[in-house]
């Protein structure tokens, strides 16, 4: 199957946003995904004809060739208790369409039912199972999502120069109907503070993104780095900062990083159903002379999880 012509994940979601604003202003939030995917991919001869959920253990979502007719179909996981997961996942498969699609024609129909070589299925973590090609283009699937659902330019707007906090948080997803996880990751994307967040389990972090700020004076969230039991994080749902509204003061001496430790003020949130906890650590400003040299790249955990393999 021929590749299509790549297409820029950020410059598609900005190209959709400018035509929201025009059409329905600054009330456009939450982006209504549905109504978005039908009304652009019909102006194509191979449109999104069917948006289904299903209930289906281990799916996650799909953009599925019609067996019979040069159509669509989207399909999403029905099973989760967070709308904002289903919304997240139903953009991802819209930018399978938008980015990565073979568009179907008549032609592909000729010998009877199409084969199953167009589809789009993404699964949740599957540790080597995505090829290079099938990684990266989840990875852009998932870009396009983010910037869709939350324009940076929008949520600067929300936040302001504010330091994270429980309500503003909250703020943030009730008006893009988003997970926590997301609205946090974009947060760290795109802030000049530094600030990393830590996605951990039983102990350990999963996962983390350092601020681009936060790169440069050389904090690394490393895979498997032991949460400290003194931290907000190491203390669990149960300590006496779990339910903080307001980021809590962290001496120096207990995140340790591989440039050192420093004083934290951390916020952590806990998914005692899901068994993970977010924690979003602000750091002081530094001088220009602490940060490292600009030409180190430096790689954060949750890019190398999805460059091993994870979608």
Same mark, same amino acid.
């Given at each position: 199957?021929?590749?299509?012509?790549?297409?820029?994940?950020?410059?598609?979601?900005?190209?959709?946003?400018?035509?929201?604003?025009?059409?329905?202003?600054?009330?456009?939030?939450?982006?209504?995904?549905?109504?978005?995917?039908?009304?652009?991919?019909?102006?194509?001869?191979?449109?999104?004809?069917?948006?289904?959920?299903?209930?289906?253990?281990?799916?996650?979502?799909?953009?599925?060739? &019609?067996?019979?007719?040069?159509?669509?179909?989207?399909?999403?996981?029905?099973?989760?208790?967070?709308?904002?997961?289903?919304?997240?996942?139903?953009? &991802?498969?819209?930018?399978?369409?938008?980015?990565?699609?073979?568009?179907?024609?008549?032609?592909?129909?000729?010998?009877?039912?199409?084969?199953?070589?167009?589809?789009?299925?993404?699964?949740?973590?599957?540790?080597?199972?995505?090829?290079?090609?099938?990684?990266?283009?989840?990875?852009?699937?998932?870009?396009?999502?983010?910037?869709?659902?939350?324009? /940076?330019?929008?949520?600067?707007?929300?936040?302001?120069?504010?330091?994270?906090?429980?309500?503003?948080?909250?703020?943030?997803?009730?008006?893009?109907?988003?997970?926590?996880?997301?609205?946090?990751?974009?947060?760290?994307?795109?802030?000049?503070?530094?600030?990393?967040?830590?996605?951990?389990?039983?102990?350990?972090?999963?996962?983390?993104?350092?601020?681009?700020?936060?790169?440069?004076?050389?904090?690394?969230?490393?895979?498997?780095?032991?949460?400290?039991?003194?931290? /907000?994080?190491?203390?669990?749902?149960?300590?006496? &900062?779990?339910?903080?509204?307001?980021? /809590?003061?962290?001496?120096?001496?207990?995140?340790? @990083?591989?440039?050192?430790?420093?004083?934290?003020?951390?916020?952590?949130?806990?998914?005692?159903?899901?068994?993970?906890?977010?924690?979003?650590?602000? @750091?002081?400003?530094?001088?220009?002379?602490?940060?490292?040299?600009?030409?180190?790249?430096?790689?954060?955990?949750?890019?190398?999880? /999805?460059?091993?393999?994870?979608?």
């Amino acid at each position: 199957m021929n590749e299509p012509v790549r297409k820029s994940p950020i410059r598609e979601a900005n190209r959709l946003t400018v035509m929201l604003r025009t059409v329905l202003g600054e009330d456009r939030f939450p982006i209504d995904v549905e109504a978005l995917a039908r009304e652009v991919s019909r102006q194509n001869d191979d449109p999104i004809a069917t948006i289904e959920a299903v209930d289906i253990d281990g799916f996650e979502g799909m953009l599925r060739a &019609h067996p019979r007719r040069p159509h669509w179909q989207l399909l999403y996981n029905d099973q989760s208790q967070y709308p904002g997961r289903k919304r997240f996942t139903m953009a &991802h498969e819209f930018g399978h369409y938008q980015l990565h699609r073979q568009p179907l024609t008549a032609g592909h129909y000729r010998d009877g039912e199409l084969d199953n070589r167009f589809n789009f299925e993404c699964l949740p973590l599957q540790s080597n199972k995505w090829k290079d090609t099938e990684g990266k283009r989840e990875e852009e699937a998932d870009t396009f999502a983010s910037y869709l659902l939350m324009p /940076i330019d929008d949520y600067r707007k929300q936040v302001g120069d504010l330091e994270m906090s429980r309500p503003l948080l909250d703020h943030v997803i009730d008006r893009y109907d988003v997970s926590l996880m997301a609205a946090v990751r974009k947060w760290i994307e795109f802030t000049d503070k530094r600030a990393a967040m830590v996605v951990a389990s039983d102990g350990f972090a999963l996962w983390g993104r350092a601020s681009a700020a936060a790169y440069k004076s050389g904090i690394f969230v490393r895979s498997g780095l032991e949460i400290p039991t003194n931290s /907000i994080a190491g203390m669990g749902s149960t300590g006496q &900062h779990a339910r903080s509204d307001q980021p /809590i003061a962290i001496p120096s001496g207990v995140w340790n @990083f591989s440039r050192g430790s420093e004083p934290v003020r951390e916020l952590t949130f806990f998914s005692n159903r899901l068994g993970f906890s977010i924690s979003v650590l602000h @750091f002081d400003p530094l001088a220009a002379h602490h940060t490292v040299d600009d030409e180190v790249e430096l790689m954060d955990t949750y890019d190398k999880f /999805i460059t091993n393999g994870h979608s």
